[in-house]
């Protein structure tokens, strides 16, 4: 029987609180076999009337609970992994603000205890006459974000399905707006989807300042009787992502700019003396929207996504929003293989073209510094790049370039402005123009012309980066700073999502992924890349174990200085290639035994035979395991150059369950017993396993679904296994 392996905590600590929650889930998993992320069993999304003042949302894995009448509240948000409950109160719906005016969605409950919730008490719903009124809900099939197009080898992209209800609201001071809150429960995931929507139908435009579109009322992580919001843990179970994120850090949590951590001072019964605890949870954006929704036109928040967790461990939560995002964002698990051309003449894209053919790369990407110019929409510069594009296709080979956005000043006509100062600077990045600037809107333009007119295949942005509002009154894009940052970044959006459905493949340097980007970077610093590449290797590993935490491998890409960059001496280079072969090899096994594609960035990917030969053996190799390569990263041990290190693909649908990459950065041969933790390969009593090409030996796993097994691994080098 199937055992979760969370909660390896001793015995005395197993009857408190919320882990003795768990451990009941364990023992559940151990009797029954099942877990959600290994399973692979359907657990379709419905939605219950189990009266007529009550309907749910639930899956087997969550349940979000509704009361009807008089007016709407939900009172229940439940993880039935755990059966632990979410919520500790009842909270409006969601709060907007419209001309100036503050209004509430959904029921009331006066309710002098705020720390817990009994079902009897929605007997005191109230429907004040100033908030918004529930008039009837609809229930539909989940549909995709916005068009999306393949046209790269993906790993997995069969997209969310599930089912969404969307509640109706109107207000009687405010003749024609329809409001509407939607809600989206997914198969097979414990995943709940949220936003809000305006319609006016009315005869006059109503000026909206802020949307609120998500309030709950969550239980508190820990009992603190002094400390403050920002300081105190948040709730554990619930995860939140939204597509409202901008921070250049190359992670989800950093990057999420809507998600607010509140205390509650009406809840007067919790532990901590100043009603510090962080336990209202808000999503909003903080700058506010701004804009004027006119007759005729319809608005959308934020889109928010509450994932729901059942474990303390780092590896299974992970996993559970990678999980996710194979689901909500499944053109992101496209992974061409392509190389970072640098490149001053035509010819030399041709070559690099050729060599991709010879090689078995799929992709040539023109890197910053090249001689492709975007923003030319010259005849002639078009002309030129689309005979390039067209000899790439006629080879099978797609292509694509670089753009830079921020970072770079344009004009005090043109650039952000600041509101501390009324000039421009100030920006994240010290100056970038204002997406919304007729510059900014003839950018967006020239890129969409660009690639409409030459047929290139991949696109890498530079920027834009939302967060920097602008104070400009005369940009065309947006009155002033109030609307600033919301129209930059739905301007952005829309280029995005126009670009995925046409097929184009997108590498930006933020979390725009629910917004139809592919790929980002792992998180790196610039400068590592001109250290010596025997520090270069350690740190690249280094960098794959703690990015692919929260991303699939397709998600990241890394680096590989195949010429200087930021500086850097011979023995940072891998140029002449021929001259590195033993470092050239290894750096492109570990990204691709990551599954994670490296930029590499010259002016050739050979120089030599025996160059292309190696190049060759690795992308073949890479070929033949693409599948599990592809599949989501278990850590083994963190590189520390002191011992062996390395990671494990895991794959339970698949026809290997496991790939494990071990690394040895000593100068000595490295020969030992290592166990593999095999719980997520989906295997429960035996595994078939070889080294690198070798014969398969099976081993039994023991009660933890272990196995440990001798391996050796050369000095300097690295070896690898598959499971089956």
Not at 138 to 164: D, N, Q
Not at 258 to 281: E, I
Request: proline content about 5%; some cysteine; charged content about 25%.
């Amino acid at each position: 029987m199937r055992k979760n392996p969370f909660i390896p905590v001793p015995l005395s600590f197993l009857l408190t609180g919320l882990v003795f929650s768990f451990f009941c889930t364990a023992v559940k998993a151990q009797e029954t076999g099942e877990d959600w992320l290994v399973d692979g069993k359907s657990r379709p999304a419905k939605v219950v009337e189990v009266s007529p003042k009550e309907i749910q949302l639930t899956n087997g894995l969550i349940r979000r609970s509704f009361h009807l009448s008089p007016n709407l509240v939900c009172y229940d948000f439940a993880n039935l992994s755990t059966g632990e409950q979410l919520l500790r109160t009842v909270m409006p719906e969601a709060r907007v603000t419209l001309d100036g005016k503050v209004y509430e969605v959904g029921g009331s409950l006066n309710l002098k205890e705020r720390g817990f919730f009994k079902k009897e008490w929605l007997s005191e719903v109230s429907s004040p006459t100033a908030n918004f009124q529930y008039q009837s809900y609809a229930v539909s099939e989940i549909t995709p974000l916005f068009p999306s197009k393949s046209r790269f080898w993906a790993g997995e992209e069969k997209g969310a399905k599930g089912k969404k209800v969307s509640f109706s609201y109107a207000h009687p001071d405010l003749s024609g707006i329809v409001l509407k809150i939607h809600y989206e429960i997914y198969d097979d995931l414990p995943l709940i989807g949220k936003y809000l929507t305006l319609e006016n139908s009315g005869q006059k435009p109503i000026h909206i300042n802020q949307v609120v579109h998500e309030i709950l009322g969550t239980v508190e992580e820990e009992s603190a009787v002094v400390g403050s919001t920002g300081e105190m843990k948040k709730p554990h179970q619930l995860y939140v992502e939204s597509d409202f994120a901008f921070n250049n850090s190359m992670n989800a949590e950093l990057s999420d700019q809507a998600r607010h951590w509140k205390q509650d001072s009406a809840y007067t019964s919790q532990v901590n003396y100043n009603y510090q605890t962080p336990s209202t949870l808000e999503i909003y954006p903080e700058k506010g929207i701004g804009i004027d929704l006119q007759p005729k036109e319809d608005f959308r928040s934020i889109r928010s996504y509450e994932l729901v967790l059942d474990s303390y461990d780092r590896e299974r939560n992970g996993l559970a929003r990678r999980k996710m995002y194979r689901a909500l964002t499944p053109w992101a698990m496209q992974n061409p293989i392509f190389m970072h051309l640098v490149s001053k003449t035509d010819e030399q894209v041709r070559t690099a073209i050729d060599q991709c053919v010879a090689t078995g790369y799929e992709a040539v990407i023109l890197s910053f510094g090249s001689h492709i110019d975007m923003e030319d929409t010259t005849t002639a510069n078009l002309s030129r790049w689309k005979d390039l594009a067209d000899y790439a296709h006629s080879k099978g080979i797609k292509i694509g370039g670089y753009s830079l956005f921020s970072s770079r000043t344009i004009g005090p006509e043109t650039d952000v402005i600041s509101p501390l100062t009324g000039k421009p600077g100030g920006a994240f990045f010290g100056n970038a123009p204002c997406l919304g600037s007729e510059w900014g809107l003839s950018y967006l333009e020239k890129l969409r012309n660009f690639y409409s007119q030459t047929g290139f295949d991949i696109f890498e942005n530079d920027g834009p980066y939302p967060g920097d509002v602008c104070a400009s009154t005369s940009h065309p894009g947006h009155k002033g700073l109030e609307d600033s940052q919301w129209t930059q970044i739905n301007l952005q959006k829309g280029l995005y999502q126009w670009m995925n459905g046409e097929g184009i493949y997108i590498n930006a340097p933020d979390w725009y992924f629910l917004d139809g980007t592919h790929k980002i970077a792992m998180g790196y610093r610039e400068v590592n890349f001109a250290l010596p590449r025997e520090r270069q290797k350690v740190l690249n590993r280094q960098n794959i174990y703690d990015a692919t935490w929260e991303k699939t491998p397709s998600m990241g890409w890394g680096f590989v200085p195949l010429t200087a960059y930021h500086g850097g001496g011979a023995d940072a280079v891998l140029e002449p290639l021929n001259d590195h072969l033993v470092d050239y090899k290894q750096l492109m096994m570990q990204y691709y035994g990551a599954g994670i594609q490296a930029c590499y960035r010259g002016p050739r990917l050979y120089d030599t035979e025996e160059t292309k030969e190696v190049v060759i053996s690795v992308i073949d190799w890479y070929k033949k395991y693409r599948s599990i390569l592809n599949a989501d990263i278990v850590r083994l041990r963190r590189a520390d150059g002191r011992d062996w290190d390395g990671w494990m693909h895991v794959d339970p649908a698949g026809d290997q369950k496991g790939l494990i990459m071990l690394f040895n950065p000593t100068s000595e041969s490295i020969k030992k017993e290592v166990t593999l933790p095999l719980y997520y390969t989906g295997l429960t009593d035996k595994a078939s396993i070889r080294l690198e090409d070798g014969s398969s030996k099976s081993f039994a796993l023991n009660r933890n679904y272990e196995v440990s097994l001798p391996v050796e691994i050369p000095a300097n080098g690295y070896t690898w296994l598959v499971v089956e």
